[in-house]
């Protein structure tokens, strides 16, 4: 496929919020259009596709007919296995909202499924492919900071409504939502997967009328000596500037690193919005992801971003919420 072919990449479900940033960035890349919008949700899906002046289909089948080049799956997470099933034999490139699944068989159902059919597989990290993440990486890749202690990482959110509440659905509150970002992460720095975990998961700790956990700490240690704490919660008030935070300090031999991966804003006081509010400037995670999904649709070449990665990161976060019922460290064996 050469960078001038047209790139036509379809959109299953709005149901997550990223899916309308996702198409956003769409819109704007030269050679590339939004072939068609299937929602499970007939009035969303039409909304959606008026909003981005395109058809929307009320059967997936329908759109995945179209002679796609992608598709990029923004559904309920416990819907990724069915859609990753539907989808793969009908077109080459998937990316996948994250968490890859809700259970470790539909992950690895879904992996294999892609493997069977040619499909690639893409998880949606984004913030990996922040500015300052790539530099932190690059760092460590030079061992810059000698031998590496520990990781102390924070991922902090507002509480999102609807399905994100539902476990049968969501397959878990802020620790799953948060827990995989952060440990994608961490595997990808140091080629390491974490091998221990313990968990302290709370419910209506923040958010009293909500089943759901909102809150989790963890504490787990990686397989090449690397031991690391994670605040995953959802108690950022809605009132909050932006939607959370990613932060990691690491320990060295030679130093200490501390990155906030949301610290390109500018503080704006205005009478007209009756507060102080923060508005970015700078990099674009999601607008970096979706070139680079483009861009490997281009090229043919591997995920930057494998459904393995997105496996591993989902057995983590099922592994603290397994430790916070014991009470019990758990130990990871190989998942992918």
Not at 10 to 29: I, Q, T
Not at 30 to 50: F, L
Not at 109 to 129: E, N
Not at 290 to 296: H, R
Request: hydrophobic share 45%; aromatic share 8%; net charge negative.
């Amino acid at each position: 496929m050469s960078a001038a072919t047209l790139v036509r990449i379809g959109m299953l479900s709005f149901a997550h919020g990223h899916a309308y940033s996702y198409a956003e960035v769409l819109e704007k890349m030269p050679g590339v259009e939004i072939a068609g919008v299937y929602d499970a949700d007939g009035t969303r899906g039409a909304e959606a596709a008026q909003r981005y002046s395109t058809t929307f289909y009320a059967n997936a089948e329908e759109l995945l007919d179209q002679r796609l080049d992608g598709v990029i799956i923004c559904s309920e997470n416990a819907i990724h296995a069915p859609l990753v099933h539907l989808a793969a034999p009908k077109t080459p490139n998937i990316l996948c909202e994250k968490p890859i699944a809700t259970t470790l068989s539909d992950g690895q159902a879904m992996i294999d499924r892609c493997r069977t059919t040619g499909t690639r597989l893409q998880i949606a990290f984004p913030v990996r492919l922040s500015p300052a993440m790539q530099q932190l990486k690059a760092l460590l890749d030079r061992q810059e900071l000698g031998q590496i202690y520990s990781v102390k990482c924070t991922n902090h959110g507002s509480m999102p409504d609807g399905w994100f509440q539902d476990a049968t659905l969501a397959g878990g509150g802020a620790v799953m939502d948060h827990t995989v970002h952060v440990i994608d992460l961490l595997r990808w720095f140091w080629q390491s997967e974490v091998v221990e975990v313990y968990a302290e998961v709370g419910n209506k700790l923040i958010h009293p009328d909500v089943e759901i956990d909102d809150a989790g700490i963890l504490s787990f240690r990686l397989a090449n000596g690397i031991y690391g704490t994670l605040d995953a919660s959802w108690s950022r008030p809605a009132s909050y500037p932006t939607w959370g935070d990613v932060k990691i300090e690491v320990v060295g031999e030679k130093g200490v690193v501390t990155l906030n991966s949301l610290n390109q804003v500018l503080s704006v006081s205005s009478n007209l919005w009756g507060k102080t509010r923060w508005v970015r400037w700078g990099s674009d995670t999601d607008f970096a992801l979706i070139s680079d999904f483009v861009e490997m649709i281009r090229s043919r070449r591997l995920p930057f971003i494998t459904g393995e990665d997105g496996l591993a990161a989902l057995a983590v976060a099922l592994a603290a919420y397994e430790s916070a019922a014991s009470r019990q460290p758990v130990i990871l064996g190989q998942v992918v």
